[in-house]
């Protein structure tokens, strides 16, 4: 039982490269989230999703944008890296709003 | 906009000793309050959490209590072991997609 699989796991990308993160879930859950996690401020909302084909904002959405074509997978695309996005990038699904949630084992993420 | 504040932000605790962390609520809606451990270089995982329709809930040696009317709930492990020293996050949830998380506790225990 997987869980909740990201990858890459870590990536070093030059300012104004793009990439993809892939998170996968294997739990059927309707919600998918993407946070990101910086020294002394908790997680932070980037993206969510509340089902196959749905997007919305989080709390800082900006520099960032998402997929949800197949219930399963939760992309996070960065179009032009900055060095403000380095961070460790954490993937997260639950089976609904207000609940347990999983987390994947973190994207270590560094923008020179 | 809604927030949740956590303290302390670091805590050193003796093996064996207890240890509680503190979390306050601004949205008043919340209904749902997980606490998650994060271990140095690993996944945020929960260790238990409670609902707005109960003060208190234990699970072997950690307990949370919930205070609604104060919008305080805490977390408290009794009898720390070496393996208890993690990162510690509150949050809060109003029941939708979001949940906001405080900013952590760094509890190191102290052999």
């Known amino acids: 039982n997987a869980g909740v699989t990201q990858t890459p796991k870590f990536r070093v990308l030059k300012t104004g490269q793009s990439m993809t993160l892939l998170c996968a879930q294997d739990?059927?859950?309707?919600?998918m989230y993407w946070y990101r996690q910086d020294p002394g401020m908790g997680l932070r909302l980037i993206h969510y999703?509340?089902?196959?084909?749905?997007?919305a904002k989080g709390e800082v959405p900006d520099g960032y944008n998402v997929s949800r074509l197949k219930k399963q997978n939760f992309l996070l695309g960065l179009e032009s890296a900055a060095p403000s996005q380095t961070s460790v990038y954490f993937c997260?699904?639950?089976?609904?709003?207000?609940?347990?949630?999983?987390f994947g084992a973190g994207t270590r993420l560094s923008v020179l | 906009g809604e927030n949740v504040e956590q303290h302390p932000s670091t805590l050193s605790v003796q093996e064996g000793d207890s240890a509680v962390i503190k979390c306050t609520y601004s949205?008043?809606?919340?209904?749902?309050f997980p606490w998650y451990k994060q271990e140095l270089g690993k996944r945020p995982q929960l260790i238990i959490d409670i609902r707005s329709n109960v003060g208190e809930k234990k699970d072997q040696r950690i307990a949370v209590t919930l205070n609604k009317t104060a919008k305080h709930f805490s977390l408290h492990i009794t009898e720390t072991q070496p393996e208890d020293s993690a990162v510690y996050f509150c949050a809060a949830s109003t029941g939708g997609f979001k949940t906001i998380f405080g900013a952590g506790t760094r509890l190191f225990v102290k052999a």
């Open positions: 997260a699904s639950s089976p609904s709003g207000g609940d347990i949630q999983y």
């Open positions: 999703s509340v089902g196959e084909g749905t997007t």
């Open positions: 949205d008043s809606a919340s209904n749902y």
């Open positions: 739990m059927n859950h309707e919600y």
